[in-house]
């Protein structure tokens, strides 16, 4: 079978919604590079929340016009664009149509689980935006490319944290003397999450129900680069470089499933490279390494020191609800067997986020470090989080 061996077996042409956002630019770029027909959809409406919360990105980030232009130039290769909500089902169906893509890479949705509990309003726009939008990908496919292989990006935090080992989607279970391989049980810890949870269901059914070919990426944190809300990684990095103590959370022993930015991508192209069968529903736990928050604050205090930064912790009253201490196995085999090369957390890694954390402290508005968000507080009036 073709593996990763960086051609394309034939030429596909593949649509990355959510193109303009973190992961979906970088696996856009990587695509493209490696051969294939790329196109972006976006609604841009990412740039618009950082907008309304008074945050920005670490470094500036270039509109995407810019973006393209610059990788036309460099490489001379042309990635189609397609400005619109994929909420908005007519301009789905006309991106389908003028696209015509084998493969649908699905990043295009509200990602941070503390914005999806500021209050009921975004609570509410989290679940609308990425239920329906997702629901709508699965229509656009049924209906005009039934072939298309449909790479969705789920979220680990949709198992939560049983006392159990967490399988790949499902777990076989013999009750009463008889057994059955059922979908691995969901306990989603916030809306943004379980916004996810009710995607899986959704792509399950419409994989037995119409044929459709799907593989649930259930991705862990991803170490990366960018901007305040969530992300505890480079959120530690960025408090090292201002000198504001390591902010922990309740107990620190949440325990979570972390992979670089360029596994994310390689995942991603392995799973169009090796396709989910006409109405298989495949799910792959994509990370790499698990930490709890005391590991990675440790590990963020021994870089630190290397770098002279006297790097302090602090713990903080939860603000989310959630387990602090708790038992933590969760397999990811699938995308190893498929050809995945991990890039785990290094001493030069941390230290080159460090670094970069440094580089650009000044952007870092310290009056957003704090949790701000609270889980039991969440309530229907409209909440300006920006003060
Ligand atoms: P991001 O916010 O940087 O990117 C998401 C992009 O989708 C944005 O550009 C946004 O404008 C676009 N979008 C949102 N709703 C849309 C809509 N209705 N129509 C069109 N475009 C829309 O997020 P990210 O960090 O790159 O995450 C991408 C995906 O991966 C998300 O689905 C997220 O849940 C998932 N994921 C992320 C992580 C992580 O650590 N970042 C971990 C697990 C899963
Ligand atoms: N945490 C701290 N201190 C901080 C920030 C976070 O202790 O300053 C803790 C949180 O309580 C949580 C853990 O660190 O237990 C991870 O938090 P996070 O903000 O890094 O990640 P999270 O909100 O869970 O969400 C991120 C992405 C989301 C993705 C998810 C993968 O924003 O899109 O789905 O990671 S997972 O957590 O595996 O579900």
């Known amino acids: 079978s073709h593996q990763n061996s960086g051609e394309p077996s034939k030429q596909k042409r593949v649509m990355v919604i959510g193109g303009d956002g973190y992961c979906g630019w970088a696996t856009a770029l990587h695509l493209s590079k490696k051969g294939y027909d790329v196109a972006i959809v976006d609604s841009l409406i990412r740039r618009l929340f950082d907008h309304q919360l008074g945050l920005d990105s670490l ?19 042309t990635i189609e664009l397609y400005i619109g909500d994929i909420c908005d089902f007519e301009f789905l169906a006309e991106t389908f149509n003028s696209f015509e893509p084998d493969a649908v890479v699905h990043f295009g949705e509200q990602r941070s689980a503390p914005y999806s509990m500021i209050d009921r309003s975004r ?8 239920v329906i939008g997702t629901l709508n990908v699965l229509f656009a496919i049924k209906e005009f490319r039934d072939q ?22 499902y777990i076989t279970i013999t009750h009463n003397g008889r057994t059955d391989t059922l979908p691995y049980p969901k306990q989603a810890s916030s809306f943004y999450h379980l916004s996810k949870v009710h995607d899986s269901n959704n792509i399950a059914f419409t994989c037995k129900a119409w044929g459709i070919r799907a593989t649930d990426l259930n991705q862990g944190v ?30 620190g022993g949440q325990t979570r ?32 390494e698990q930490f709890s928050v005391n590991e990675l604050a440790s590990l963020v205090t021994k870089a630190g020191a290397k770098l002279g930064l006297d790097v302090k912790t602090i713990s903080v009253p939860n603000p989310r609800v959630e387990a602090e201490e708790h038992y933590y196995n969760a397999k990811h085999t699938k995308l190893i067997e498929l050809g995945l090369q991990p890039h785990l957390l290094s001493d030069s890694l941390l230290d080159s986020l460090l670094n970069f954390a440094i580089k650009f402290k000044d952007r870092v508005d310290t009056k957003q470090i704090m949790p701000s968000v609270s889980w039991k507080k969440i309530g229907v009036k409209p909440k300006t989080v920006a003060a």
């Open 222 to 251: 991803r170490c990366t680069k960018s901007s305040a809300i969530g992300l505890i990684m480079m959120g530690f990095c960025v408090q090292a470089a201002v000198g504001h103590p390591l902010t922990v959370y309740g107990k």
């Open 148 to 169: 298309c292989h449909l790479v969705k990006l789920g979220t680990m935090g949709e198992y939560g944290t049983p006392n159990i080992d967490i399988e790949e989607g």
């Open 257 to 288: 499933g972390y992979l670089d930015i360029r596994d994310t991508v390689q995942c991603v192209e392995l799973a169009i490279a090796n396709p989910a069968q006409p109405g298989e529903f495949r799910v792959f736990n994509q990370f790499t």
């Open 123 to 130: 609570a509410v726009f989290t679940q609308h935006n990425n």
């Open 59 to 77: 470094t500036p980030i270039s509109s995407i016009h810019d973006r393209l232009r610059c990788w036309k130039s460099l490489t001379g290769k």
